[in-house]
């Protein structure tokens, strides 16, 4: 008998972008016996030391993982731009500082971003950061951090990403299960 296999997607968005992304993962891990998705501001009700696959995302600001610093001018670049600003976005406390309190004890983990459609090189990638903070507080990473694209700082995604953000989803299940 299959053992059930529980999955959490917490991801940082300030715009969207990256919401809808972890929601079409989220789709993709529908394979799992449970699926949660959670903004980041939202998880003190979560436990991700009870799921067997972590998955973690956010912007990519200033080539990297979001700080406070980067999310409070994001958040007014998009107030002066009329963009309409997530719920929590205005918190302080972010995935940098969500990541730290974490440990895996050997769980599975997998990270993602949302960055501009350029050059890595010239964007930066979150997911590396995120990967990196996972994989040091003791998680075992599933996949390759992946990106997920947007056409400009505030959105919308590229055509097609969350296609592709359901595909990498049923992906991670598959590894999950293995």
């Known amino acids: 008998m299959r053992s059930r296999m529980r999955a959490l997607v917490v991801y940082e968005s300030v715009y969207g972008n990256t919401r809808a992304v972890a929601e079409a993962i989220a789709e993709?891990?529908?394979?799992?016996?449970?699926?949660?998705?959670?903004?980041v501001y939202e998880t003190a009700d979560s436990d991700p030391d009870e799921v067997d696959l972590l998955v973690v995302g956010g912007p990519t600001h200033m080539h990297g993982l979001s700080s406070s610093l980067s999310r409070r001018l994001a958040i007014q670049a998009g107030e002066e731009d009329g963009v309409e600003?997530?719920?929590?976005?205005?918190?302080?406390?972010?995935l940098r500082q969500w990541l730290a309190e974490r440990s895996g004890s050997g769980r599975k983990a997998a990270a993602f971003d949302t960055r501009l459609d350029r050059s890595p090189t010239l964007t930066g990638v979150a997911a590396r950061g995120i990967a990196r903070r996972l994989h040091g507080g003791g998680y075992e990473l599933a996949a390759k951090p992946e990106s997920f694209l947007v056409e400009d700082a505030e959105g919308p995604l590229v055509p097609g990403e969350?296609?592709?953000?359901?595909?990498?989803?049923a992906k991670l299940a598959a590894a999950a299960q293995s």
């Open 28 to 39: 993709g891990l529908e394979p799992l016996d449970g699926v949660d998705v959670k903004s």
């Open 85 to 94: 600003i997530e719920p929590g976005a205005r918190d302080q406390r972010g």
């Open 162 to 169: 969350l296609d592709r953000a359901r595909e990498w989803g």
